[in-house]
T-cell receptor
Framework: ELKVEQNPLFLSMQEGKNYTIYCNYS?????LYWYRQDPGKSLESLFV?????AVKQEGRLMASLDTKARLSTLHITAAVHDLSATYFC???????????FGAGTRLTVKP | NAGVTQTPKFQVLKTGQSMTLQCAQD?????MSWYRQDPGMGLRLIHY???????DQGEVPNGYNVSRSTTEDFPLRLLSAAPSQTSVYFC????????????FGPGTRLTVL
């Protein structure tokens, strides 16, 4: 059974600090997706990682993928309040739209 | 372009009632999916489609039916609503090929009493 595990599930950080969210998955997959969800809103795509060693950056967020370790990370640099949201990772290992999500990491950035 | 639209935004049902959640897209995407989101459980895939006339079950398909007669529409039917189906439902679409991001609709909040 395909499992996607994120940790931590809850993260409270101070503005200006750095932190990393981890996403482990149980089945080989060469692609991984990160999404952001604001409270009461829909999901917004952040990154699509397509191969081993892929790294993508957007502003204070950087995502990477290690397909051999079945691990993706989402690194937050110098957090700001606007980054407060829930972050989800997802995999589609069979490339057939059968996409599975992690439980999400609820990030709160405090001033 | 409207992107991905879902109707209704909110719905309250009584146990045993049936209803259809609508999802429409104008992006000409082949792939469409239905998810439910429950607190602490992330998104779980209910059914998905890779093109008109083709559907398949996801992780939690029981109690739901889908059909895909056109590229644009992918309705989700609740056959006999149960309180366990109280959730927020999201429709999502993307281009075929597996390397493309998904676009999500605004969601439908369903309460079953």
């Amino acid at each position: 059974e395909l499992k996607v595990e994120q940790n931590p599930l809850f993260l409270s950080m101070q503005e200006g600090k750095n932190y990393t969210i981890y996403c482990n998955y149980s089945t080989t997959s060469d692609r991984l997706y990160w999404y952001r969800q604001d409270p009461g809103k829909s999901l917004e795509s952040l990154f699509v990682l397509l191969s081993n060693g892929a790294v993508k950056q957007e502003g204070r967020l950087m995502a990477s993928l290690d397909t051999k370790a079945r691990l993706s990370t989402l690194h937050i640099t110098a957090a700001v309040h606007d980054l407060s949201a829930t972050y989800f990772c997802a995999v589609d290992p069979y490339n057939n739209n059968d996409m599975r999500f992690g439980a999400g990491t609820r990030l709160t950035v405090k001033p | 372009n409207a992107g991905v639209t879902q109707t209704p935004k909110f719905q309250v049902l009584k146990t045993g009632q049936s209803m259809t959640l609508q999802c429409a897209q104008d992006m000409n995407h082949e792939y469409m999916s239905w998810y439910r989101q429950d607190p602490g459980m992330g998104l779980r895939l209910i059914h998905y489609s890779v093109g008109a006339g083709i559907t398949d079950q996801g992780e939690v398909p029981n109690g739901y039916n889908v059909s895909r007669s056109t590229t644009e529409d992918f309705p989700l039917r609740l056959l006999s609503a149960a309180p366990s189906q109280t959730s927020v439902y999201f429709c999502a679409t993307r281009l075929a090929g597996g390397y493309n991001e998904q676009f999500f609709g605004p969601g439908t909040r369903l309460t079953v009493l």
